[in-house]
Structures are given as C-alpha cells and as structure tokens.
C-alpha cells in the first residue's frame, strides 16, 4: 500500500479512493438509510448497506474478535468478513464504513477492532473508516460538503417520520402489508425529493407523507404498547434484536420507538452540557446550541403536522424529552445513550407505552447504570411501569429471550397496561 494514504497506522480513504472504491456499511435503520443511501450515492460515494441474517455471520464475528467484545462490534465484524469473503466485491477496491462517536464506551473501539480482524482475516489491505463528526480520524475522501450534511439531516428527519408513522399502521392494517405497500411507495417519492431542493419544504413533504399514512385503511383495537430503548444498535437493528419489531408484532403488539434525530439531538446537547458543567469548548457550545434551534424548529414543524392533519400520535418534544429526567438522572451523564435512555423510558410511561423492552449487548456498562440502574427509580414513581431488560450476546438464546418478552406482555393483559 503506498505510503502516501498511511498515517498513524491506518490507510486513510483518498479523494482518489472515492471515485473508484465500494463501501461496505452496516445497516441499523432500514427505511433511514435507504434515503441516506441515496444522498451518499448522488454525492459520488459507491455505498452498500449490509443486510445479513446474524446466524450466517456471527460464527466470523467470532472468530475474528474476542468474546468480551461489544455484541455489535461481532455482528459488524462478522458482517464485513463475510462479505469479503464471498467474492461479490473487488478487494483491491473496496473498503468498510463505521461511524464513531468517541465516547466513553466499547462502541469508541469499534474501528480498532474492525481493522485488527481485517489483518487477521487476509484483508490488511482493506481501508476501514472510522466515521464521526469530531473528525476522530483524517479521511480526505470522506469531506462531507455543508449541501450534503443538510440532505443527510433531512434524510433522517424523514426517516424518523416514516418509522413514526409506519408503527402505527402496520398492527392495525385491515389488508395484510398494506402498510409494507405505502411505505415502499412513500421512500421512493421521498428519493425523489433529493434529486432537487425540494427536500428542503418539509411542510408540504411531511404533510405528503402523512395522507399517503393516512391512506391506509386500519382498525383500531386494543393492542398493547411496547417501547424499544437501549443501546442505540440493539434498539433499531434487527441483526442485533433477533427482529424485535417484527416478533413484537407477530406478539399483538404495538412498537413505539424514539427517532433517530433525538439520539443526534443528545450528542448535540452533551456538547452543550460540557461547556455548563466543566467549561470546556466554549466555541462548540455554541455552534452546537445553534443547530440545536434549527434541528428543533424542523422536529416541531413535522411534529404539528402529524398533529393537525392526522389521528397519529406525534413524538415527544425533544425540550419536554429533556424535562422528564428531572429527578431522576443528571443531563452530565453521557457515556452510551446516557441520560437519553432513561428519557425514552419516561416518555415511553408519558405516553401511555408502558411495557418497555430495554435492548442491550451483555455487559454493556453505560447501559447497566443508565438501564438497569434507573429502572429501580423509575418504577418506584410510577409503579405500573412494566419493563424488562433483555441481553443479547452470541451465547444467549433466542427462545430465552423471546419467553421473557412474552412473560412481560402476559403481565401486561393481566394489568390490563395496554
């Protein structure tokens, strides 16, 4: 490898790189990455999204990291080998993406392990890219435009809408995978919008995309609500959860999920919080209270159209989000999903969600403390809060897990918490 892209002991992905290379990209959120997807693709990046059944990869996950690793970290792992291995791609011309937040946690070890086990796998010559919005790591092929991070930003902020709105159609459809239906539809006239500024009227897209919503002819009936938190992979993968959503629905089940953009809405106020607490980077706190304002004047915007032209219930305001951690959690506390997870869980009980899933990799310590450790509190304050904590690891069973979700929804219809 020329000496030119290595530094620090990584290869660095060129602008030369960029032209002609394939990237590889774990996929968490199918209906968001299909439009982050398309914006990556008009940008020029050749990016593929994995989708794989976890059985037929982890054995290589395994093989290739240590078992006190991260339980995503084997599944990522497990996914690139695999897919390397298997003679669809140019090695010569591919590398794999992972995005880095640089946190406290195993997840921030994530690129490191990747590219230990493409050396020990025969793919040394392979660039791993460590992506994050610190710039952790120089990649000249990876210098996202200000045009493209908007298109990325309202790619999520639809993704979010769609994933809204699709939870609460599909238990209900009266014709089977109607709601499967629209929403192809809806993802496809939602590409479209990227091929012009008209991504950028999110009045008339998110009005657009609740008729076609709307349009699906369901019955209401009782169901129990069931809230997915955790770990952020564990809670929206399907590769990490042994599709929980799906299962969930199969159960009777409605499946309540926070959006992505709050998660960025976190990392954004930790920039923030630094700055209160520690004064540190004062700079960045104030671009990151900037964007905070327009994130949240977009998020309302969409959240009153769900409201006004719809019977669908909106999500959370992200400032009402961060007002029920009072006396529970302090908004320093930011290893993992931090204060955020326990924030889920509140809205989740605020809302009337009140039987929750807690989704995590086994011995996930930021999620020990924020997960498990609050639950005590949470419960003790509202006593018909119905949770339970699943661990998911290459050794756990999946009939395990799917029998104590079960005992959570039958304490559910006992206590009638629907």
Known sequence: MPKEIETN?????????????????????????????????DDGFDIEFLEDDVRNIIEEGLKYSNNDICYPAMIVI???ISALKSGRYDISKTAVLMT?????????????????????????EVPAIGLSASKIEDHPGINFSPELIIKMFHAIIYGDLLMCLYNQVKPYEIRENDADRVLE???????????????????????????????????????????IVGEIYMKYSRMGNNNLEEFLIKEGAEVVQSGLMDFINYCIIDNIMDYKLYKKNFKRAELAKMLYKIVLKIQRKVNANIEKYSTFRAPTDFEELRKLTEGYISQGVKMGEGWLLVANMLELINIGAKNIVCAQPFGCLPNHICGRGAIRKIVDKNPDANIVVIDYDPSQSVINQENRIKLMLSNAKLNSYL
């Open 100 to 124: 880095q937040t640089g946190g406290g946690c195993r997840a921030s070890n994530y690129i490191h392990l990747i590219r230990k086990a493409l050396e020990n796998s025969g793919f040394k």
């Open 78 to 80: 497990g996914q690139f």
């Open 9 to 41: 002991d990584y290869i660095r992905f060129t602008k030369e790189m960029k032209k002609n290379y394939k990237i590889l990209a774990p996929n968490m959120l199918p209906m968001h990455f299909k439009l982050l997807g398309k914006v990556l693709k």
């Open 185 to 227: 539809d809806t993802v496809e006239y939602l590409k479209n919008t990227f091929n012009t500024k008209a991504y950028l009227k999110v009045d008339k897209i998110s009005k657009e995309v609740i008729n076609r919503f709307n349009s699906v002819k369901i019955k209401k009936t009782d169901k129990i609500k069931v809230g």
